[in-house]
DNA sequence: TCCATAATGTATCGGCTGATATATTTTGTG
DNA sequence: CACAAAATATATCAGCCGATACATTATGGA
């Protein structure tokens, strides 16, 4: 019992991270688990996913994934992580623009503008981008059923997100302090989008889409950018 | 292999449904096992709740439910069954009022008025239904993460549901034939509610609110209602 | 009351999963 | 080139889970 190995792989998952001059191909081997993990959890959800799967699509066996990220949840929550940057990257430019507008003393038009920048960016992000589809599906599950990464998605990117809108709506109203009903508004205006990738499948059959192209995020862009119209 | 049992407890659940006298005990208990289910399933989803867990809850043992339910997923889908049934028990009402104004000839103000109801309704159910919660928990993981009840939920509830708001929708806005944009109003409204659902957590805590009772639900139906009259 | 059948409990099986002890190979450095 | 450390592979374990064979009890009609 209480083996040095263990203690080491689950307190800081591997030593390497304290020694500056490490090999290279660690660092590859841990890319690419991780980047199969995101395809893997993001497909299947943290429970159905197995392990052995991840170790399968990174070409590698099951010792690297403990080696690297400690366990399985802690392979999970690199991908939250993972995701959350990627995520601020993305949106970095929208972001720090809505955020001067908040700061300075701006028109309702200015707001409600940088509003619907902010809107567009994630609706091509959380629906129209391939490539992030997968992260988009761990965050949907996160979303539905908080799991180890609950946390991660609500403090960087939900609980900003919501203040940030809020923020806007409310000076495109004109008021003095953020009202709830703002902040009600941001919460449906935001949770929109998430649902709406959840709901491809159910949107896409409903509208009887083939897939989701440019004309149809074009679409829905527009009826977002028309309900921020009527705030 | 090949056996008899597994046969006919895997293609038709219990030989019992054929017979028109069963025993009494067998469907309370067929029931005490199915209300197990919904808590179970609704609490943890489908992978992670395990048979053992509804039969401890059922106060019964596992043999029961292969016996009443052919298997797991046989259970989850009876489960799903059951949601939709109590869910159209509880919204008759507003449904075929809004039905009956869909089929007549009637005023846009009409119609954003039984727009209005169905929505309201749905926020109750959905959201303030103490009772109902389980079953919204299923729902919702179904909707992000399609399961073996997906077909079910799509077919019955989801569907019809988004067609008839679309109608309204169309009706209000005095179209001739429900465009693409009516139909996308209407994903949008419908995804509003079950995302409130499972964003329960992340809403309460964006609003500081303590809970979800009456005045919470009121403001919650007082912006969708707002968000109608601008439709 | 008796008995066929329905209902439930006990015990167990086979499969999968996360994890890791152990052995081996690879890497970077002096 | 040699060698310590890092990285990866093999093999295996212990636990859980769904399912069910088998045994037992309860039910209700004749």
């Not at 990464?149 to 923020?167: C, S, V």
């Not at 009202?179 to 205006?189: G, H, K, N, T, W």
């Not at 949107?203 to 083939?210: G, I, L, T």
């Not at 897939?211 to 074009?218: A, D, H, K, V, W």
């Amino acid at each position: 019992m209480m083996r040095m190995d263990s203690i080491r792989a689950a307190v800081a998952p591997p030593g390497r991270h304290a020694v500056t001059n490490a090999s290279r191909k660690g660092d590859e081997s841990r890319l690419r688990i991780l980047e199969a993990a995101l395809v893997e959890f993001g497909a299947g959800g943290y429970r159905s996913t197995t392990t052995r799967s991840i170790a399968d699509r990174a070409k590698t066996t099951l010792p690297p994934l403990n080696y690297y990220f400690g366990s399985k949840e802690g392979l999970y929550r690199a991908c939250a992580e993972e995701i959350v940057l990627r995520y601020s990257e993305i949106t970095n430019d929208a972001v720090s623009g809505a955020t001067q507008i908040i700061q300075s003393v701006s028109s309702p038009e200015t707001a409600r503008s940088a509003l619907k920048t902010l809107v567009a960016a994630s609706v091509r992000l959380i629906i129209g981008s391939p490539v992030f589809i997968l992260g988009n599906g761990i965050i949907a599950r996160e979303l539905s059923e908080p799991g180890p990464a609950f946390d991660i998605f609500y403090e960087q990117l939900w609980l900003p997100g919501i203040e940030r809108n809020a923020k806007l709506i409310s000076r495109i109203k004109g008021e003095v302090d953020v009202s709830a009903e703002s902040r009600l508004q941001s919460i449906l205006l935001i949770s929109s989008l998430p649902s709406f990738h959840a709901r491809r499948r159910v949107a896409q059959k409903a509208m009887q889409w083939s897939g989701i192209g440019e004309s149809e995020l074009n679409l829905l862009i527009e009826v977002l950018h028309r309900q921020i119209d009527q705030i």
